[in-house]
Nanobody, 126 residues
C-alpha cells in the first residue's frame, strides 16, 4: 500500500520561507515522478511543481517559478518543496502526489498521478 505523508506546513509572513517534505512508502520511490499540487479554499486543486523519477527534470507553474524549488532524495524516499518569497496568494493546502507509471517525466497533469498525501496547510499572512 502506497502512502505519502507531507510535513512542514505552517504560518509564515509574506516574504518568508518554508520547506515541505513528503515521505513515500509502499513502492520503489526512485522509479516514480513526483509532484506538488495545492488547493485554496473554494478553488480547484492546481499544479505547483513536478520532478522526474531521476530528478533530472523539473517543471513549475508560472506563478512559482524563481521562488519554489522541487527536489528529491531517493535514498530517503522523500520529495521536497522549498518555498521562498512567499505571498498571501500561496496560501493553500499542499499535496504531494506520485506518478501512476514508473520512469515518467515531470508532468503537470493531475490525472497522471494516482497516489496522494493528506495535505499540509500553508498560510501566508500579509
Amino acid at each position: 500500500q502506497v502512502q505519502l505523508v507531507e510535513s512542514g506546513g505552517g504560518l509564515v509572513q509574506a516574504g518568508g520561507s518554508l520547506r515541505l517534505s513528503c515521505l513515500a512508502s509502499g513502492r520503489t520511490f526512485s522509479r516514480y515522478a513526483m509532484a506538488w499540487f495545492r488547493q485554496a479554499p473554494g478553488k480547484e486543486r492546481e499544479f505547483v511543481a513536478a520532478i522526474s523519477w531521476s530528478g533530472s527534470g523539473t517543471y513549475y507553474t508560472d506563478s512559482v517559478k524563481g521562488r519554489f524549488t522541487i527536489s528529491r532524495d531517493n535514498a530517503k524516499n522523500t520529495v521536497y518543496l522549498q518555498m521562498n518569497s512567499l505571498k498571501p496568494e500561496d496560501t493553500a493546502v499542499y499535496f504531494c502526489a506520485s506518478d501512476r507509471t514508473p520512469w515518467g517525466g515531470s508532468s503537470p497533469a493531475r490525472g497522471q498521478y494516482d497516489y496522494w498525501g493528506q495535505g499540509t496547510q500553508v498560510t501566508v499572512s500579509s
